[in-house]
């Protein structure tokens, strides 16, 4: 069992009593060794992300020890293989040490060592007093449908170092792991995974992706219900195949939807313009990593916005949604699958790698909106035009299949049954009936959500899986009395300028927070609205923001605006 | 049930007079009267290039996508709705240039979709560039000094790659042409036909004569399309063009062999209240 596993056990585990919990995970671009971390925060109320210090830390080597000494605290746990790992060579300035002979303790359940990350989990749950019977019941689940025999010697591992860390180290840890009561049942899922869920009740029936880390786990999941839920997974040759076979498939009237990162986005991009001028419904998904070119392909960054926004030639309307947390991501994938329909123009969801990989804990998804196809026609009469000049740019739709429906779906421009044309008054008919859509979209955009006090000395903007981080932050600054509130964009382009407008035009003082060197939704909001940002926050290491650094960051502007009042 | 007058659109074919599009456009109509097909489940697919004019001259659900990518267009809808014929009109660049890796892709697949190239030899709305089976030496406004790679063997590839249906016709010959289109159509998996084809405008070395002069019928030499080896040998010779099916056999056709239910077409599934409740309960 590989650390990613333990870890999603570790968060099961928890989310079982009816903790809640984020993980971060980190990992390089290898498929063996290399510095791995699977972080994990669980408590009773809600986490939205991962913090700085480290209550337990189980190092597997020394390394880890030396890398994350000074997240320690005096009260943190070590735990270790005492055999092979010596914290004094690291320099360890703080916490207690915890040693556990994990290899001889997975030796006694299966004669190997491989189980060394389950002796290691056991003893953790060991420390903190957790139901080991619960943990019982995840092993079993997690291994379900393996030999019976690996089963019991997880078991058996896992059962060695929770007794083993219970007699020696009973009473020493601070922090106990006990269920809540009353908890309602609750999943722990990655954004990728919600928005495999999201499009499934969304009525999904064709997917196609080419693997690209961050986005492949959304192909893992799709391609594992292919029979649960009747649909078609396309492990396609390439990201333009990807990109045609899916607009292929949403012309023919299925609901298709593609997903990549960066360098497969810009592959699709001729494909996303095509699917503009035919009207074609198709939702792709843009799962950011570090960039340009490779970049740091297993790291977070929200660099391609502007990419996202702009790829495609020509002018047309598309729509991009940005999701900041697991539930958004679900709803908003739905909600694209209907916008893709109801305005015949491609949707992009654009998430990150951080949004994407790390888990986070939440109640049954429930559907805020059903599927709706907008002017989907299966029976038409014999003077039909699939591009039929309308007041709100949208024409009814017809399918292969429906007698008298007949269309050309042109990437030439085209007249309103779709045959080509170059015809000046045909050209500016055709081209301004599409573009009409996006006045049509921009008047059915949800407002822009705000979260705090509707009054606050500070406001905060931003997009995508900040999210999390800010509303962290966001409850410290509450508790301390400080006035904050927060401007989520998810409806990117086309945007809700007047709602964006009303809230930075009633802000105090604007702070942007954004994981990309350059500002680009800085820059996209001046466009927009015109409005400029005094203070801004901006990452670009791969790394995710800690609500820490938001906090920091949010204070010293409030300190210096009182002392410059 | 149509006839061929109503496979027309009201649009007037735009090619060059000569063209060998002409020829293949009318044999195709021909074959789909002759198959008694109705307009709304054909699909024609085209690529970019003259040939791609077509999907405004056949009556039927046609879609003009990009140079290169018309194939796995035409696979998206087949996986979406098996229950449409869909035939890929497409030229020798967009197949074997830009679109090579959707070729090979295609026919591992064995997609059941009708593949029918415009094999010219020459790129001719772009005025007339060395295409990927353009010759060796032939000069022209991208190869002022002759080609220098060897031209792609499409039918030696397709055997290669497992083709189950894999021909060459001429433009030029309607009667033949006809027939390979309508076994293609009939093929359940990917049916792969070359059709040679004069550009009377650019391409003054494979004009109708030269194909003439370079070609025969496997029929008149017994070929039998259930010999792969065979079949083989004669795709490689570029001397002497074999015109009719090189190779045909049986094997599932990709939509067949999906894991989800096809029992019927997937755009007939009903996508209201999906119940995804067991997919979350994985998540727990």
Redesign the interface.
């Known amino acids: 069992m590989g650390i990613m596993q333990a870890g999603l056990m570790f968060s099961k585990c928890c989310t079982r009593i009816g903790l809640q919990i984020f993980d971060y995970i980190e990992y390089p671009s290898l498929i063996r060794g290399g510095h791995n971390t699977y972080q994990i925060r669980a408590e009773e109320q809600e986490v939205r992300s991962q913090i700085y210090g480290v209550d337990v830390l189980i190092a597997l080597d020394e390394a880890t020890i030396d890398i994350h000494k000074d997240e320690l605290n005096d009260d943190s746990l070590i735990i270790y293989d005492g055999k092979t790992v010596d914290p004094a060579r690291t320099g360890m300035h703080s916490g207690k040490r915890c040693p556990v002979p994990l290899k001889e303790l997975a030796a006694k359940a299966d004669g190997s060592e491989l189980m060394q990350n389950t002796v290691a989990l056991g003893a953790a749950f060991g420390l903190m007093d957790y139901p080991f019977a619960v943990f019982e019941g995840v092993i079993t689940d997690t291994f379900k449908g393996k030999k019976a025999a690996i089963i019991k010697e997880n078991i058996k591992a896992a059962r060695e170092g929770y007794v083993y860390a219970q007699e020696h180290y009973g009473g020493d840890c601070c922090h106990r792991l006990s269920p809540v009561e009353g908890a309602p049942k609750r999943m722990v899922l990655t954004g990728n995974e919600a928005i495999a869920l999201g499009a499934v009740k969304g009525g999904l029936k064709f997917y196609a992706a080419y693997p690209m880390t961050p986005s492949s786990s959304i192909l893992h999941t799709l391609a594992l219900w292919q029979e649960r839920h009747d649909i078609v997974v396309k492990h396609a040759e390439d990201e333009i195949s990807v990109a045609n076979m899916t607009v292929g498939a949403g012309f023919a009237g299925v609901r298709a939807m593609c997903a990549t990162s960066g360098g497969g986005y810009a592959l699709m991009g001729e494909t996303i313009s095509l699917a503009g001028m035919t009207e074609t419904p198709v939702v792709f998904v843009e799962v950011q990593r570090g960039g340009p070119g490779t970049g740091v392909p297993t790291f977070t960054e929200q660099a391609y916005l502007r990419f996202v926004m702009h790829a495609g030639h020509g002018d047309f309307p598309k729509i991009v949604l940005a999701p900041g947390d697991v539930e958004d991501a679900f709803h908003l994938t739905m909600d694209a699958l209907n916008m893709a329909e109801r305005y015949q123009t491609p949707v992009v969801i654009i998430s990150d790698k951080y949004l994407g990989e790390s888990h986070k804990s939440a109640p049954f998804f429930e559907a805020r909106t059903g599927v709706e196809r907008g002017k989907l026609c299966r029976h038409v009469e014999p003077d039909f035009q699939r591009y039929a000049l309308t007041d709100d740019g949208v024409s009814p739709r017809s399918i292969p299949g429906v007698k008298d429906g007949l269309f050309v779906a042109n990437s030439d421009e085209h007249d309103g049954l779709g045959f080509s044309t170059e015809e000046i008054g045909q050209r500016n008919a055709m081209h301004e009936k599409r573009m009409r859509k996006l006045d049509l979209i921009r008047a059915e955009l949800p407002a822009p959500v705000l979260h705090g006090p509707e009054e606050a000395d500070l406001t905060i903007v931003s997009w995508g899986s900040t999210k999390g981080p800010i509303l962290e932050a966001m409850n410290w600054l509450a508790k301390e009395g400080q006035a904050v509130n927060f401007l989520q964009l998810t409806h990117v382009q086309p945007m809700h300028v007047e709602g964006v407008s009303a809230i930075l035009g009633k802000a105090k003082r604007l702070l942007m927070v954004e994981t990309n060197i350059s500002g680009q939704m800085q820059g996209v909001i001046r466009e927009q609205t015109g409005h400029t940002f005094d203070d801004w926050l901006r990452r670009y290491d791969g790394r995710p923001f800690y609500p820490e650094q938001v906090y920091e960051k949010a204070k010293s502007i409030l300190e210096q605006r009182r002392q410059t009042r | 049930m149509i006839d061929k007058a109503a496979l027309d ?1 009201g ?1 007037k074919p735009n090619w060059c007079p000569g063209c060998g599009n002409f020829g293949i456009w009318l044999a195709l109509k021909q074959a789909l009267v002759e198959l008694d097909l ?4 054909v ?1 024609v ?1 085209c690529g ?1 290039g003259c040939h791609g ?1 077509m ?2 001259f056949v ?8 140079h290169g ?1 018309p ?7 087949k ?3 098996n ?2 014929k869909v035939i890929v009109v497409a030229g020798d660049g967009d197949t074997f240039g830009e679109g090579m ?2 070729f ?2 295609g026919i591992r697949g064995n997609h059941d979709v009708t593949l029918l190239v415009h094999d010219n030899r020459i790129y001719a709305l772009t005025t007339g560039q060395a295409s990927p089976t353009s010759q060796k030496g032939y000069k022209s406004k991208s190869t002022p000094t002759g080609v220098i790679e060897v031209p792609v063997n499409p039918l030696a590839l397709a055997v290669a790659q497992g083709g189950s249906f894999v021909a060459r016709g001429f433009s030029a010959d309607p009667k033949q042409l006809v027939a390979l289109i309508k076994a293609g159509i009939r093929h359940r998996g990917f049916s792969f036909i070359d059709v040679m084809q004069n550009c009377a405008t650019f391409n003054k070395l494979n004009t109708v004569t030269w194909f003439k002069e370079h070609s025969y019928k496997l029929e008149d030499e017994k070929h039998d399309p259930s010999d792969r080896m065979r079949a083989m040998e004669r795709a490689l010779d570029s001397e002497r063009l074999g015109t009719g099916i090189f190779y045909q056999d049986k094997r599932e056709a990709y939509d067949e062999d ?4 096809h029992g019927k077409p ?2 007939d ?1 009903d ?2 209240n ?1 119940n ?5 309960e994985q ?2």
């Open positions: 659109t649009f109705t307009h709304e489940e699909v697919v970019i004019h999907c405004n009556k039927a659900y046609t879609f003009e996508g990009l990518r194939i796995p267009v035409a696979e998206g809808i996986l979406a709705n229950g449409l890796n959707h090979l892709s999906v894991p989800a239910e997937f755009v599934h996508i209201e999906v995804i409740t067991e997919s979350m998540f727990t």
